[in-house]
């Protein structure tokens, strides 16, 4: 034998609302939780004094090197040497760019450090101003952290235009 109890549409309803009331006031104290902040964190990142020493060190060494007319040498040794090799096509033709550009405007005689963004504290963005006899250019650079030190992760550079500032 079978019992069926009559049941309205408004008693489903209600009982729904009973069954959601009842969720949300079990989950309440999760979703609070959920939304307290979270220990105190800086999001700040600040790399050492020997860190920015190093990527003085390196930047300096890449300047140094087209000043004296090497540019292969700049590069190869900017970059991680393994991706020195595996992207030689795309590495050369950044060589050829950066020779291109410095016979135009001419070997950097002076350069200095514009900014510097730690976007990590594996990861710092430079900008560099590098005057020539003619003129100045600019460089663009992002660094990072490896075991065997700091390498350059990218290069981008540019005739200076003090309007993007």
Not at 46 to 60: C, E, F, H, P, V
Not at 77 to 94: D, H, I
Not at 122 to 145: E, G, H, Q
Request: glycine fraction near 4%; charged fraction near 15%.
């Amino acid at each position: 034998m079978r019992f069926m109890l009559p049941v309205s549409i408004e008693g489903i309803i209600m009982l729904k609302s009973i069954l959601l009331s009842s969720v949300l006031l079990c989950a309440m104290p999760v979703m609070a939780h959920a939304v307290e902040p979270a220990a105190e964190t800086s999001s700040a990142t600040t790399i050492s004094d020997a860190d920015n020493q190093a990527i003085d060190a390196k930047a300096n060494a890449f300047f140094t090197d087209l000043n004296a007319g090497h540019t292969d040498t700049a590069y190869y040794n900017a970059f991680v040497p393994r991706m020195a090799t595996e992207n030689k096509q795309a590495l050369q033709g950044l060589i050829s760019q950066t020779q291109t550009a410095l016979a135009f405007a001419g070997l950097p005689v002076k350069w200095e450090k514009m900014s510097q963004t730690e976007l990590a504290s594996v990861m710092v963005a430079r900008t560099y101003i590098v005057y020539s006899k003619d003129l100045p250019a600019r460089f663009k650079f992002t660094f990072f952290k490896t075991p065997q030190g700091w390498y350059v992760q990218s290069v981008f550079f540019n005739d200076f235009n003090a309007q993007e500032y």
